[in-house]
Every structure is written in structure tokens, then in C-alpha cells.
């Protein structure tokens, strides 16, 4: 029931985003092709036209991949809001599935969505370089692979990049669980619900804050940062050779952060379950 119920999540988010990623993707082309030739013939033509569409175009595709980020977080929080405490909800909580299930798919197609939305700004800039300066860019990615032939790079180096590439995908959990949790939490009042949901979110983001601050008055942070020292993590190039130092350490504090994302994700997950299961109120 789970991969229905995302179904109908991302055929939604598909159709709403499809066109958007399409048209960032484009900027980016014509904003390389812009940059690359035309930008120098418009400023030695002096044509005011020109030099306005050669400045023009980048400020679109900056302004697209704005929009897209803004575009995401409203609709995660529109998703979940009408899709289980709005009209929808009276629909989807006859559905054979339970409160968990309607939770967790909400979240993954909402991680998808971002994880997607983040690829399509990472292509398009890659798009640009490689039409603006594509000789710089294929050399960089010719010389790349006997850089890691030469590099000495402890055996971990690949855990280690899975490592935070899992602290990436927890992070966007934590944060997009945050934002259920608020929004629910703001549902608990009779009027004005939007508002009581953002008021939660910066409430739960206050605590988290006081959370931290009180885990580096009690020295913990100092000791991470000690271990961070001994450990004298670093990328160095000595004698023509890239050597990784301290990676073990510095997997061990990314592996530290992990369980603590794990946990929050966790308690904002059981939040959001216990309100929708008890707490329900479609009225």
C-alpha cells in the first residue's frame, strides 16, 4: 500500500515540477551559449538590447532554481496538510492503510522530490560550464581519474563518501519530519492553523537550538572539536602524491551525527503518528 500511496504523491509532484526542471535545464543551455560568445559581442557592440538579454537570461535561471527550492518546501507542506488534514484526509483515511504508512509515504516522495529538485540545480550548473567553458571542464575530468590513481586514499574513502552521503538523506528526513510534526502540532488548534503550525516549526527549531547549545555548554562539542584536532583531518598534496589523513576519526563524529538525525527523526515521526491517530480533527 505504501508504493500506491506514493504513487499518487509524485504523479502529482511530476506534473506540478516536470515543466520546471525542463525549463532550469533550458535556461542553463542558453545561459552557457549567452555566456560563452554572445556576452563578449554584446559589450563590444555597445547594443543596449543585447546586453540587456546577455544579463537577463542568467538572472532567469538563478531566479528558477529559487523558485524550485521555494516551490519544494510549499508543496511538501501542501501535500501533507491537504493531502491528510484537509478534504483529501476524509479520502485517504479510508484507504486500507495505516497512519504510518500515510506518513512515511508523504515524507519519501517529499525526500524525492527534494533529492530531485537538488540533482536538476547540480545538472544545469554542470549544463552551463560545460557549454561556457567546456575545455576547462574536460580537462578537469581527464585528469580526474589518474589524480585518484596517484592520490594515497586509505581504503575507507568510499565508506566514508556513503557515510555522508546517508547523513545528506537523514538530514532531509529529519527536516522534512520537522515540518510534519509542526504542521500537526499546529492542527491540535481550533482557529488559525497555519499560523500555529509555523509558530510550532520555530518552536521545535528554537528547541533544537537550545538542544545544542546546551550539548556545547556541557563541553561535548569541545570534545568533538578535540577529536576533530588529534584526528588532523585533511587533503594534502606532498611530492606530486594527494594523500586523505584522519578519515577514521571524522567518520566516527559524521557516524555520531547520523544516530542523532536518526533519533530526532524518529521522535518527530511519533509525534505526527500520535496527533493523527488521536488527535484527528477534519472538521
Not at 163 to 168: A, C, D, K, M, N
Request: glycine letters at 8%; proline letters at 2%; aromatic letters at 10%.
Amino acid at each position: 500500500m505504501l508504493s500506491k500511496l506514493m504513487k499518487y504523491d509524485l504523479r502529482s509532484c511530476f506534473r506540478r515540477f516536470g515543466v520546471l526542471w525542463i525549463a532550469t535545464a533550458a535556461f542553463a543551455v542558453l545561459t552557457g551559449i549567452m555566456m560563452h560568445g554572445v556576452f563578449e559581442k554584446a559589450m563590444e557592440s555597445g547594443s543596449f538590447i543585447l546586453r540587456f538579454l546577455t544579463i537577463l537570461v542568467p538572472v532567469i535561471l538563478i531566479g528558477l532554481i529559487i523558485v524550485t527550492g521555494v516551490l519544494t518546501f510549499v508543496f511538501i507542506c501542501e501535500r501533507f496538510y491537504k493531502g491528510l488534514l484537509g478534504d483529501e484526509g476524509y479520502l485517504m483515511f479510508t484507504l486500507p492503510a495505516s497512519v504510518s504508512e500515510h506518513i512515511a509515504a508523504k515524507a519519501l516522495s517529499a525526500m524525492i522530490l527534494t533529492i530531485i529538485s537538488s540533482l536538476v540545480a547540480l545538472v544545469s550548473g554542470l549544463i552551463f560550464l560545460l557549454i561556457y567553458q567546456p575545455a576547462e571542464l574536460m580537462e578537469g575530468l581527464r585528469m580526474l581519474p589518474q589524480i585518484l590513481k596517484e592520490a594515497d586514499l586509505p581504503a575507507s574513502v568510499p565508506l566514508f563518501l556513503l557515510e555522508i552521503l546517508v547523513l545528506i538523506l537523514f538530514t532531509v528526513a529529519k527536516e522534512t519530519l520537522k515540518i510534519y510534526a509542526s504542521i500537526a502540532l499546529g492542527h491540535l488548534a481550533k482557529k488559525h492553523r497555519v499560523l500555529w503550525a509555523i509558530l510550532a516549526y520555530f518552536g521545535i527549531t528554537t528547541l533544537e537550538s537550545l538542544a545544542r547549545g546546551l550539548v556545547i555548554s556541557n563541553g561535548l562539542f569541545s570534545r568533538l572539536e578535540a577529536w576533530a584536532e588529534e584526528a588532523d583531518w585533511g587533503i594534502i598534496y606532498t611530492n606530486g602524491t594527494w594523500s586523505v589523513t584522519g578519515i577514521g576519526m571524522l567518520a566516527g563524529i559524521i557516524g555520531l551525527l547520523i544516530l542523532v538525525y536518526l533519533i530526532m527523526s524518529a521522535v518527530y515521526f511519533i509525534v505526527t503518528k500520535v496527533i493523527l491517530t488521536r488527535k484527528l480533527n477534519l472538521e
